[in-house]
């Protein structure tokens, strides 16, 4: 039997080694009660969160801990019970200071018992309502809170809700598990997702994966035949294969993989009438407006050579990296980078003191196989990265020119369409860190004003 | 406080495993059956050729980049390939001196001084051969080996090439030294025949470029369009009139396949956009034949691809990739209907005061 083509994005892409096997296989597992979680209060895209608590305050499970701001942010709970010991600053992989609080929690509080909610008789206000409340943000790694996701500017006509089970990054397998481990779940967050956006009747929801992933399309294709409701009231759901290509997670490029529409450069993508939500955030939309449970834990895949038993775990937001990696039964020594998120574009973390927070999807712990530690060479104008990029653009170009100080006129290279994927740099020979090149160009021209 | 074991970087923190060494030793690998044959047919010294054109061209890197202050690099193999490339452009009866005075132009003059690596005008082999056409006529003209001679005889036979012959004496004197048409373009395809060292054999150069696609080094786009072009313009001007000539001729004489796939492809004297790529090879393989028709030179692959150098970044600059999306047309100004009317007038004066 012909295979039929797999829809994919058209423009560029790279395949790196996947390493998924390293944790694929391992099922989600609950992390034990760690004694101290460090609590950022900026766990998303936006302004951080409004600490309400003082030290010495006693939290139940699920309580405020922050505020949302005011314009863009979310706000953040306690993910257990227990007493606040300090409201201080806490380290952070991109700013790296923001405001946290330091939760002690109780180990003899019993945890909290979630009862399912009728959420079927509640309007698509109330519902977005619960997902602002419950701190739901993207779960994907960008952390942009998703009520306002969930919002389009009302001239804009939205047709398709795309579900974000792409998981593109190597290593990282936090999704990949809760796709098959909580099908059903993502079916009905699915459903509360359509229900939001008003699309129930005249829309669709299309779950995108990519066929490396075999089981979890199976599984999540099960769990729509299995869902009652999906028939009864008639939606359009359904499950995309995609062909496994790098980076294929972004969302214009899985835009224009599942509908052919291409987002216009700085536009939303409601201009092509699509929202787009990752398969994590699916399950935390369930469990807000399901179960009325605020954002508080996550599944988060460590993984990489230097770790000695890769795992996925359930932990609490605000769980040190420490405690994570004396669980997975600490590094190896040949251990060389810890990077937060996904190999191609998560952060190196300079030690263990940071946290868990409802962004990361992963820790990767890197031996000095797994990752270029070596310097870079000169542009030899070989090209690859040219036909590598996802967005048309010319990274060598702009490389060049920032190698000589030169950051006017980079930006007709395309530089304010670059989302960083880093698929120039994989594909360069030389190892340019063209990425590292294009954000201190940004950071120029927003200097310059 | 960071923890010393932990290395920080911007990201991507997964690399591809091609590396700029391995790119220039791949190359070197699919070039080197042509000098085993080579060596075979004029004898060993081309060895000693190509060992002279490599040592010196690795010697004056490693000086330069010594005397310039940066970091040593011959490991990468690029001055190694320079140094191969550059004896695969010389007769192989030339005195040594040549192949040693080629690298020392290469790597100083056309490499280093315009900056080393990826900064280089011209492809530095081709240029290398220029600067010697002119420095050292003779021997660069006349300095062919017939191939066996030196199975035999104890000194090398001067001999043509087949397109000197096509030249000056047309195609009938050609075949006359060299067989039958079926016969001799045999012997042009394997590469028996007299020509620059590494020029000769049709067969193993198409297979090393071959190779170099297969391992995504390059790319079809200039080898085909050169090719191609070649081919077609030998077509319809090789012959005694028009559309009677034989594009197989012209693409197995000469320096054709060598130029396509090992010359006109380096990265950086050659565009890098597909589009470009094509306008790029169509203009070499033109280039190629206009000299080969009307200069005063009976082989003109070295000139053509050197001409396409000096209009690298033209064409470069004038291809751009394909975006992904346009961004969204600017909101139009709110009174769109009316001025609409006016304006057309306007414009039209406008545009007839700028034409007095």
Known sequence: MPTPQLATFTLGGVHPPGHKDLSCTVPIEALPLPELLTIPLLQHFGAPADPVVAAKQVVAEGDLLGAAPKGLGAPVHAPVAGTVKRVTTVPHPVLGKVRGVLLEPDPAAAPRAYAPLDWESRTPQELLARIREAGVVGMGGAGFPTHVKLSPPPDLTVDTLLINGVECESYVTADHRVMLERSADLVAGVRMLLRVLGLERKGRAVIGIENNKPDAIEAVGRAIAADPAVARDGLDMSVLPLAVKYPQGSEKQLIEAATGRRVPAGALPAHVGCVVQNVGTAVAVYEACGLGRNLTHRVVTLTGRGVARPANLLCPVGTPLSVLVEHVGGLSDAAVKVVQGGPMMGFALADLSYTVTKQSNGFLFLTREETDLSDFGPCIRCGRCLAACPMGLMPNEISIYMERERFEGTDRFGLWDCFECGSCAFVCPAKRPLVQFIRVAKLKLRQKG | ?356
């Open chain 2, 1 to 356: 406080m960071s923890d010393p074991r932990f290395h920080v970087s911007v990201s991507p923190h997964l690399r591809d495993t091609a590396t700029i060494g391995s790119i220039m030793w791949t190359v070197s690998a699919a070039l080197a059956p042509q000098l085993v044959l080579a060596a075979w047919i004029f004898g060993p010294r081309v060895l000693l050729l190509a060992a002279v054109s490599v040592g010196s061209c690795v010697l004056c890197e490693a000086a330069m980049q010594r005397g310039l202050g940066k970091k040593v690099t011959v490991r990468d193999g690029s001055a190694v390939l320079t140094g191969l490339l550059l004896a695969y452009v010389l007769p192989p009866g030339v005195p040594l001196t040549l192949p040693f005075w080629g690298g020392v132009f290469a790597m100083c003059i056309a490499k280093h001084l315009f900056g080393g690596l990826g900064a280089n005008f011209f492809n530095p082999a081709l240029i290398a051969r220029a600067f010697l056409a002119v420095g050292f006529p003779v021997a660069m003209t006349t300095a062919w080996i017939a191939p066996f001679a030196w199975h035999g005889a104890a000194d090398a036979v001067s001999t043509a090439t087949p397109l000197y012959l096509l030249k000056h004496y047309g195609a009938a004197a050609m075949f006359q030294q060299y067989g039958a048409h079926a016969e001799a373009l045999r012997h042009f395809f394997l590469g028996i025949r007299p020509g620059c060292v590494g020029e000769t054999s049709t067969l193993l150069l198409l297979l090393g470029g071959l190779v170099l696609i297969w391992r995504r080094i390059i790319t079809w786009h200039i080898p085909a369009a050169m090719l191609g072009t070649a081919a077609l313009l030998a077509w319809v001007f090789g012959g005694e009139t028009l559309f009677t000539g034989d594009p197989l001729l012209h693409l197995v004489t000469g320096g054709m396949f060598l130029g396509a796939f090992f010359m006109a492809t380096d990265y950086v004297t050659s565009p890098s956009q597909p589009r470009a790529k094509l306008l790029y090879g169509v203009g070499a393989g033109a280039l190629t034949m206009l000299i080969r028709f009307k200069g005063g030179y009976p082989e003109g692959v070295c000139y053509a691809i050197l001409l396409m150098n000096c209009l690298n970044p033209v064409i470069e600059n004038a291809f751009r990739p394909k975006r992904f999306a346009a961004p969204l047309p600017k909101p139009e100004p709110k009174p769109a209907a009316k001025p609409e009317a006016k304006p057309a007038p306007d414009a039209s004066q406008k545009d007839g005061e700028g034409r007095k």
